[in-house]
Antibody, heavy 120, light 112 residues
């Protein structure tokens, strides 16, 4: 059974830093692109970042470029999102998603999410 | 960026009746490999998103056959026949033909 379990969310001050983690199990983690997608309170879904299977390519939504870094450790079946200099508008539930393989397509499994609140 | 527009944003339905959600993109979602990358997701209240459909009309495992996807190019539809109480939630379409960024529609709230 595919499982994605996010952790690391919480209250962070503007300009601070936070690291989100996603523990993956039940599938060959190193065979899939992975992504972070967020949802601000009462709002819709917004793609944040994606990383290739081997970590060699990373893509970001414009609003987080230069502040957030996506990474992965295939030996630990884990995905990360380093959030530096967060802003109030980054307040959201952050979902880890199994993002792509040729066979499964895009976004077939999502975690339960972790809430990040940016406030002083 | 590709803009994805859903309508309606709110969809009241009667149990047992059908419902349709439209999704339109600002560019064709046909990728260079010939596939059309348009997904549909369901988000029930208090839950994470769940993928229902991929590449327009391919239903995910466990998704009832009451759900169907259709369309081409820039115009797509999710149809739910015989709506049940468990179908309540917000439905999103997402394009993956022109990225980054991947873009979602605003969401359609289906309520009984």
């Amino acid at each position: 059974e595919v499982q994605l379990v996010e952790s690391g969310g919480g209250l962070v001050q503007p300009g601070g830093s936070l690291r989100l983690s996603c523990a993956a199990s039940g599938f060959s983690f190193s065979s899939y692109w992975m992504s972070w997608v967020r949802q601000a309170p009462g709002k819709g879904l917004e793609w944040v970042a994606s990383i290739r299977e081997d970590g060699s390519d990373k893509y970001y939504v414009e609003s987080v470029k230069g502040r957030f870094t996506i990474s992965r450790d295939n030996a630990k079946n884990s995905l990360y999102l380093q959030m530096n200099s967060p802003r109030a508008e980054d307040t959201a539930v952050y979902y880890c998603a199994r993002w792509y393989s040729d066979r499964s397509g895009y976004g077939d499994y999502w975690g339960q999410g972790t809430l990040v609140t940016v406030s002083s | 960026d590709v803009v994805v527009t859903q309508s309606p944003l709110s969809l009241p339905v009667t149990l047992g009746q059908s419902a349709s959600i439209s999704c339109r993109s600002s560019q064709s979602l046909v990728f260079s490999d010939g596939n059309t990358y348009l997904n549909w997701f369901q988000q029930r209240p208090g839950q994470s998103p769940r993928r229902l459909m991929y590449k327009v009309s391919n239903r995910d495992s466990g998704v009832p056959d009451r759900f169907s996807g259709s369309g081409s190019g820039t115009d797509f539809t999710l149809k739910i026949s015989r709506v049940e109480a468990e179908d309540v939630g917000v439905y999103y379409c997402m394009q993956a033909a022109h990225w980054p960024p991947y873009t979602f529609g605003q969401g359609t709230k289906l309520e009984i």
